[in-house]
């Protein structure tokens, strides 16, 4: 192309495309985008429960046009978990009519988030409930035997999330309570006490009025039955306790939640499957900490990394209790905390 001069060559430039770089697009498909819809119109609705990659959506909650939603997962929220009492952004068909499928595009800020890991080294957690603000514990006087050790670890996931426990103690008619209850004194904790002919449906269901309640336990105390008995429409499976074992057969085999409806007001039960254990390895031990106001305020004086155990050396909190500052509900809510924070060894 000798014979073309400098500025013919300049008009061939302008339309010389060897430079430019194309992927192939096999498929004629439109060019993926990381840019998501704004879903604008997404309507806000609590989840209350999943089903195989279902989940239970109620819309417009308390309105007149109050519906159930049956929805999916999208794509963009796979690694998110999406758990019961999660307020959640639905987008799609969210008539509720039968066949119909919405999606979850979105979950508002919660305001809790009660977790557990599988054991107390594994950093992994487990999301079981969100944006509860109380805990029922709920424990049997006998049959099984209770166990003080599991309810420290209910107590301390609790404190952890920011969230009030609750206590009751079911079965009272077959053991006298006393002295297991002994060992949560100095705690503020609001304890219930239910036999087989006196269940204090009315004394708890109070409780429950305008919260937002998980109930937690080990299988075979009676949980499923004081869920029945406060939500009458529930129809949760209950179970016995195996005689040679001594142990409680699962019957709540998911995560869901009630609406309770009872003199003092609306609100949730948040219902759970019974556990053997629970695992503390995500939880913070300042939290426990934080939920000691008053014990808080002393341990500023304590030096950096204090454990605020009975034998950590230089502790502000067992200082006064030795020098007597604390007076006897002071030194009871220390032992409290030292238990819960020994929880965290085993």
């Known amino acids: 192309m000798s014979w073309l001069g400098e ?23 439109r060019p993926r985008t990381k840019r998501r819809p704004a879903h604008e119109d997404a309507q806000i609705g609590r989840v209350l429960g999943v089903d195989r990659g279902r989940y239970n959506v109620l819309m417009a909650e308390d309105r007149p046009d109050e519906r159930m939603v049956t929805a999916v997962r999208a794509r963009e929220l796979r690694r998110s978990p999406i758990v019961t009492g999660d307020r959640a952004r639905v987008v ?32 992994v957690e487990r999301v079981i409930v969100a944006n509860a603000d109380q805990m029922l514990i709920v424990v049997a006087a006998a049959d099984p035997e209770p166990r003080a050790r599991l309810v420290d670890r209910y107590l301390v996931a609790a404190l952890d999330a920011g969230i009030r426990p609750l206590l009751v103690v079911t079965k009272t008619d077959l053991a ?35 919260h937002s309640t998980v109930f937690v336990g080990h299988s075979g105390v009676g949980k499923s039955t004081l869920v029945n008995a406060l939500v009458p429409s529930a129809d949760r499976a209950t179970g016995h306790v195996n005689e040679v074992t001594g142990r409680g057969r699962h019957t709540s ?22 556990v053997r254990s629970f695992g503390l390895g995500h939880v913070d031990p300042a939290n426990i900490l934080a939920a000691y106001t008053e014990l808080a305020a002393i341990a500023e004086e304590c030096p950096r990394g204090c454990t605020h155990l009975p034998d950590a050396a230089d502790c502000a909190l067992n200082e006064a209790a030795a020098e007597g500052t604390l007076n006897e509900t002071g030194r009871a809510r220390l032992e409290s905390l030292q238990r819960l924070l020994q929880t965290f060894g085993g």
């Open 7 to 29: 500025d013919d060559l300049d008009e061939f430039d302008e339309f010389d495309e060897s430079s430019v770089r194309t992927r192939p697009n096999p498929k004629a498909n």
């Open 92 to 123: 799609g068909d969210t008539s509720g009519e039968e066949g119909t499928l919405a999606r979850i595009v979105g979950l508002t800020e919660r305001t809790s988030l009660l977790r557990r890991s599988a054991d107390d080294t594994d950093q």
């Open 176 to 210: 006298d309570p006393a002295a297991f209850l002994s060992h949560f004194d100095g705690l503020d904790l609001t304890v219930f006490t239910s036999a087989h002919e006196r269940m204090p449906v009315t004394e708890i269901g109070a409780a429950l009025a305008g």
């Open 253 to 274: 085999s998911s995560t869901v939640s009630l609406r309770y409806v009872g003199p003092g007001g609306r609100g949730w039960v948040i219902d759970t499957p019974g």
